[in-house]
């Protein structure tokens, strides 16, 4: 079998012999991989996107060092996908999903490719020189993830995928004891985010009584988004590893929580984006959301305070990292410089 790549494959993460048996027996078509080129995006995971027998597929696994739990993510991701398949929600499409990690030494699944540009990356010369044409992108973003929530998930056959009861309870403890992990980390000095606490309390004071669970992407910044390059729409919400059935209203505060404030550290995650700015105001994302959902949206400021809570910890895990070796000193201190925005945010909004 021929193999042709403009970049260099490490046999050990996939082994192109073994894929291409499991997708014959699958009746997927036959030949020479050709066109083989590595995609990146912000995220642990490896994807690779292939040509074979005149149609292209995009192949995802975990990482090369496997974590404890990076096969039950793209199990579940994989199992997300398929059951969103014929929903009016933009995301991949699954072609066929690996459950035996014993073929490539890791659990995998072949997917659709997207035609879009990531806007971490790239930002195509229509949206960069036109105000109008971000804010349409911005609520398009919007729009994506209220028809997410709004999909019933027990009908889609996901009533088992999270554990919904008590979600919104858990989410302080839950996250706390995520920073608290971090101690192992040596040199670790412990978290110095001004406020943390207070946060918290605030939190767990101001909790929404009733709320109406549903799927919920769980990380759906702008990077984790593919856009249209032909006009201001989502091609499809991507990077699925923390989606769970939820509260559906974390994403908006997601969203909002991250939106780029040009000169901000975190706007700087988004390239020119970031720099460039005019997306929709938080008041008029949440306008928007509502024109998709029938949920209570009088709250969504405690969502973006829990958002800028629980996105502030887990970049703060990287910090951690840094101290004892773990991830190069340069992105822990980048990371922990967001956290304290996204902390500084949270107050603003307690106020």
Not at 152 to 170: C, I, M, S
Request: hydrophobic share 40%; proline share 7%; charged share 25%.
């Amino acid at each position: 079998m021929s193999v042709a790549q403009p970049v260099e494959v490490d046999q050990d993460v996939v082994d192109f012999a073994a894929v291409g048996g499991w997708m014959e027996d699958r009746g997927l078509p036959a030949g020479a991989f050709t066109r083989v080129q590595a995609l990146g995006g912000g995220t642990q995971n490896i994807m690779l996107r292939f040509q074979r027998g005149g149609r292209d597929f995009v192949l995802r696994r975990g990482p090369k060092h496997l974590r404890a739990k990076s096969n039950d993510v793209i199990r579940r991701e994989a199992r997300l996908l398929t059951a969103l398949d014929g929903t009016d929600v933009r995301a991949p499409r699954v072609i066929a999903a690996c459950q035996d990690e014993s073929v490539i030494g890791a659990v995998f699944y072949l997917m659709e490719p997207i035609e879009g540009f990531n806007p971490q990356n790239e930002l195509p010369p229509r949206y960069a020189e036109d105000p109008e044409a971000r804010r349409l992108m911005g609520l398009s973003a919007v729009e994506a993830i209220a028809r997410l929530g709004a999909v019933d998930y027990t009908a889609v056959g996901l009533v088992d995928f999270g554990k919904p009861e008590g979600f919104l309870e858990r989410q302080v403890s839950r996250w706390f004891g995520e920073l608290e992990s971090y101690s192992a980390n040596a040199g670790y000095p412990g978290p110095e985010i001004p406020g943390l606490e207070q946060v918290g309390e605030w939190l767990d004071r101001n909790r929404p009584a009733r709320w109406t669970p549903g799927i919920l992407h769980g990380d759906c910044h702008l990077a984790n988004i593919l856009f249209a390059y032909d006009e201001p729409r989502v091609a499809a919400l991507v990077d699925w590893e923390m989606s769970t059935i939820g509260d559906p209203l974390l994403d908006l505060g997601w969203q909002i929580a991250t939106r780029p404030d040009p000169g901000t550290t975190l706007a700087a995650l988004l390239g020119k984006l970031g720099a460039v700015g005019g997306l929709p105001t938080p008041a008029a994302m949440t306008e928007h959301y509502g024109r998709f959902s029938d949920r209570d949206l009088s709250a969504v400021p405690w969502y973006t305070v829990l958002a800028c809570f629980k996105l502030g910890i887990v970049l703060e895990g990287t910090h951690a990292r840094a101290f004892a070796g773990k991830a190069p000193k340069e992105t822990g201190d980048f990371l922990h410089a967001i956290t304290l925005e996204l902390f500084e945010k949270a107050h603003r909004l307690m106020a």
